[in-house]
């Protein structure tokens, strides 16, 4: 959510920032918005007024009453009776306009940096860098199920008849590769001095709608029937939840968090062949990072958050290369976003594992996260970035690691979380 007074001073900035978003629709927004402000400010100030002038009044029949000017006194009552209908009339309209204002500028996107390339969707989005060698071995690479299957570590149908689509047994050394990945994630961060941190999985509604637009709410969230709560989607939703309504001091600044959760999707719309397995899920777990930070050094955690990520998936011998998001890709929240793809033997491209984001004060300003500093107070920006998010993350270790006889090499670094193993077999 952009600033009001922002808005207010620069509606065509905002609606040019609109048009590079390909979100047209949104234009009549902006003078909407301005007329319901200009609207909302004309009554906060006649509110404002008759405050000022009821408290005035009320210190003058105190002072009749003393002189015995009883008459005059009531009369003056009358006088205050006839101003507090009005302000309660007043007090109500405020309400209701400030709550279209919301509710509008909830859904007007966030600036986006001057360096997001423009672009309608995600297939103008820009590749950065690639990191490692790509290689497509001299042997078929089978789909990533099948290399689970033949290493009897999954069970889709079972988890079809428990839940339906959409979700997975992992078993045996397949399942023990998952939780090595999360562990090893967890202490990468670890050793890069971010905080480890267990989130809860379930948030208010008022966390989600400051996290996240309506869009994203919809075709993720899952909502606990009869409760004000939502399974989280992914953790930054409830790390970021931890600092809503607080008043953080500069000097400790910045905040960096590392969590692990499950995380829960409805994954809503058409699914492609190469989405089926345990690529496209209603239930996974992932480690996140996310920072909250002053706005001067927002640039540079995020160049530091996406490197992890990067360093990461190299650390375990996995190829992959970072994709700016264009315009037309960002969520409205987002001020610049970068994905890290890992390349595919099988499929001889790149898919995404990892994104990340910065979202400028926009989380900040919807959830009051606000800095104490030198000169006063101000909204903090956050940041977020996927560490690594098995079992999607698996289908790239697996291609890449897998060995002509069907086993599967264990990097280096994995090895003391998998019990001194080197291969599975």
């Known amino acids: 959510m952009i600033d009001i007074k922002f808005l207010r001073e620069n509606p065509e900035a905002v609606k040019e920032n609109i048009k590079k978003k390909f979100q047209d629709k949104k234009l009549p927004l902006v003078d909407e918005v301005i007329e319901l402000d200009a609207e909302s400010r004309k009554t906060k100030q006649e509110a404002d007024d008759l405050r000022a002038s009821r408290n005035k009044i009320s210190k003058e029949i105190g002072a009749l ?137 379930m948030i208010r509604s008022s966390v989600v709608t400051g996290v996240m637009s309506f869009d994203e709410m919809d075709a993720m969230m899952y909502k606990i029937e009869g409760e004000d709560l939502y399974l989280i989607g992914t953790s930054e939703h409830s790390m970021i939840g931890k600092f809503i309504d607080t008043i953080v001091p500069e000097e400790t600044l910045p905040q960096t968090l590392t969590s692990y959760s499950p995380c829960f999707r409805k994954e809503k719309g058409a699914h492609g062949l190469e989405e089926r397995g345990v690529y496209r899920i209603h239930q996974f777990e992932k480690q996140e990072m996310i920072v909250v930070c002053k706005p001067e050094e927002s640039p540079m955690w995020f160049e530091k958050l996406w490197q992890n990520t990067v360093d990461l998936f190299r650390s375990m011998d996995i190829p992959v290369r970072t994709i700016e998001c264009c315009s037309g890709d960002l969520a409205d929240l987002k001020v610049k976003s970068f994905d890290v793809e890992a390349w595919s033997p099988r499929q001889k491209k790149y898919f995404e594992v990892g994104s990340c984001s910065n979202l400028g004060d926009a989380q900040a300003r919807r959830l009051k996260i606000r800095v104490n500093g030198e000169n006063g107070k101000y909204f903090a920006h956050t940041l977020n970035n996927t560490v690594v998010a098995p079992p999607r993350m698996l289908i790239a270790f697996l291609e890449n690691n897998l060995q002509e006889d069907g086993s599967i090499r264990i990097p280096e670094v994995l090895r003391p979380y998998m019990g001194g193993k080197e291969v599975i077999k």
């Open 65 to 201: 009453m003393g002189q015995g000017k009883k008459e005059e006194a009531e009369a003056k009552k009358a006088e205050v009776a006839a101003n507090s209908k009005r302000l309660e009339e007043l007090e109500q309209k405020e309400a209701e306009l400030e709550e279209k204002i919301k509710k509008i500028m909830m859904t007007i996107p966030n600036i986006i940096d001057p360096s997001v390339p423009i672009g309608k969707d995600d297939s103008e989005n820009v590749e950065i860098q690639k990191y490692g060698e790509p290689v497509v071995p001299d042997f078929e690479v089978p789909y990533h199920t099948e290399i689970m299957e033949k290493l009897n570590g999954i069970d889709l149908d079972s988890a079809r008849k428990v839940a339906g689509n959409g979700f997975y047994y992992l078993m045996g050394d397949i399942a023990r590769l998952h939780s090595a990945v999360i562990s090893y994630a967890r202490d990468f961060m670890i050793e890069r001095g971010f905080t480890y941190c267990i989130p809860p999985f």
